[in-house]
């Protein structure tokens, strides 16, 4: 009985996928049409059985205040880094510094992971150029590092990127992880100071 229910929620689980992979073949060729729906179909069962991928587990959790903040919060970020990256392009004396930064997740979620590592990558200025799943760890290209300020601040601003994440999408345990590293950085904090 455990084994039957276990498949039902695997498939449960892909769903979603599936029907992404459906959605984005019908994107592709333009036209939503009921032989583009089969062909959709089709197409998503021989990626999804050829190319197997472990199954992501989504955290059926949403606050829908915390997304429209992490939303709003995502577009400003864009806008002021489109216009930081277009003034160094346009500066006549820009001297390139840029940084390659490991920064170090507090959740071990690969969703969380993977929606950071994007949200942060189309954010213009950074560029994701490897994760390690195993550490939580994103490896990422930052142009105009200019000193370690510049630096913390800005593996600060993936870390706010990445608790905003959690706290519209994430499951109960990254919630709680969330908080047990901000409890940890916070103890840290007050031995230092």
Do not use: C
């Not at 498939?11 to 599936?18: G, H």
């Not at 577009?75 to 277009?86: K, P, T, W, Y």
């Amino acid at each position: 009985m455990t084994s039957r229910r276990a498949r039902l929620a695997s498939l449960i689980n892909q769903l979603p996928l599936f029907l992404g992979l459906a959605l984005l073949w019908m994107l592709l060729w333009g036209n939503f049409s009921w032989l583009n729906l089969v062909t959709g179909a089709v197409f998503a069962a021989v990626v999804s059985v050829v190319f197997y991928l472990p199954a992501v587990q989504l955290s059926g959790r949403v606050n829908p205040v915390r997304l429209v903040l992490y939303l709003s919060w995502l577009l400003f970020d864009i806008i002021r880094a489109s216009i930081q990256v277009a003034f160094l392009a346009l500066a006549p004396h820009y001297r390139a510094s840029n940084a390659v930064l490991a920064i170090h997740m507090r959740t071990r979620s690969d969703l969380v992971l993977t929606w950071t590592a994007v949200s942060t990558s189309i954010v213009p200025g950074s560029i994701v150029i490897d994760t390690d799943r195993e550490n939580s760890t994103l490896y990422l290209h930052v142009l105009n590092m200019k000193d370690r300020e510049a630096t913390e601040r800005f593996r600060q601003s993936v870390l706010a990127t990445e608790r905003r994440i959690v706290l519209a999408l994430g499951s109960r345990e990254d919630v709680k992880a969330l908080a047990g590293a901000r409890r940890e950085s916070k103890r840290q904090a007050g031995e230092n100071g």
